[in-house]
T-cell receptor, first 113, second 112 residues
Framework: QKEVEQNSGPLSVPEGAIASLNCTYS??????FFWYRQYSGKSPELIMF????GDKEDGRFTAQLNKASQYVSLLIRDSQPSDSATYLC?????????????FGTGTSLTVIP | DAGVTQSPTHLIKTRGQQVTLRCSPK?????VSWYQQALGQGPQFIFQ???????QRGNFPDRFSGHQFPNYSSELNVNALLLGDSALYLC???????????FGDGTRLSIL
């Protein structure tokens, strides 16, 4: 089992809809969760992170954690064509021995005008 | 506020050669991590440097080595290049090892 798994998609939503992206993780002790956006040919851009103590909302983006089921979600409200990208979920190793980030393979999102 | 900068942006090498990639972290950051991203895949962790020491290493052979300098910049060295080393190499920096990482634009390495 991979440490972090994502549905590769592609996920297509109409403009203005809510896009829901999910990520499952294997280590129950994980304490923080990161979402990166990567446009084609570009490097990953940090858009949001949450800790295990609660969900977080930032503008049109909301990150939610379900510890019991070991998955984290990213919701994008009022989706725009500019949101079309691959979204990567990253989870650091739970022990402070340095920090090995595990990335999922990413979910490709297309917002249709 | 300068972000993470990497050089060169593109590089073409042949099998068996050696390559050095460079990274300057974002201002205020002291930790540098290196990742390899193959086409269609998520980034794979190579290693992380903090206080000029390799703190953690992913599942990469010893052909991959690195260094961090007193000014926090870092180098990634790859020896005896293989065709499979062709990828986008990403540098990410953070303030302390377990804080959010910010990526540079990457170095696209092609092996012929």
């Amino acid at each position: 089992q991979k440490e972090v798994e994502q549905n590769s998609g592609p996920l297509s939503v109409p403009e203005g809809a809510i896009a829901s992206l999910n990520c499952t993780y294997s280590d129950r002790g994980s304490q923080s969760f990161f979402w990166y956006r990567q446009y084609s040919g570009k490097s990953p851009e940090l858009i949001m992170f949450i800790y295990s103590n609660g969900d977080k909302e930032d503008g049109r983006f909301t990150a939610q954690l379900n510890k019991a089921s070991q998955y984290v979600s990213l919701l994008i409200r009022d989706s725009q064509p500019s949101d079309s990208a691959t979204y990567l979920c990253a989870v650091p190793s739970p022990e402070y021995t340095g920090n090995q980030f595990y990335f999922g393979t990413g979910t490709s999102l297309t917002v249709i005008p | 506020d300068a972000g993470v900068t990497q050089s060169p942006t593109h590089l073409i090498k042949t099998r068996g050669q050696q390559v050095t990639l460079r990274c300057s972290p974002k201002s205020g950051h002291d930790t540098v991590s290196w990742y390899q991203q193959a086409l269609g895949q998520g980034p794979q962790f190579i290693f992380q440097y903090y206080e000029e020491e390799e703190r953690q290493r992913g599942n990469f052979p010893d052909r991959f080595s690195g260094h961090q300098f007193p000014n926090y910049s870092s180098e990634l060295n790859v020896n005896a290049l293989l065709l499979g080393d062709s990828a986008l190499y990403l540098c990410a920096s953070s303030f302390r090892p377990n804080q959010p990482q910010h990526f540079g634009d990457g170095t696209r390495l092609s092996i012929l």
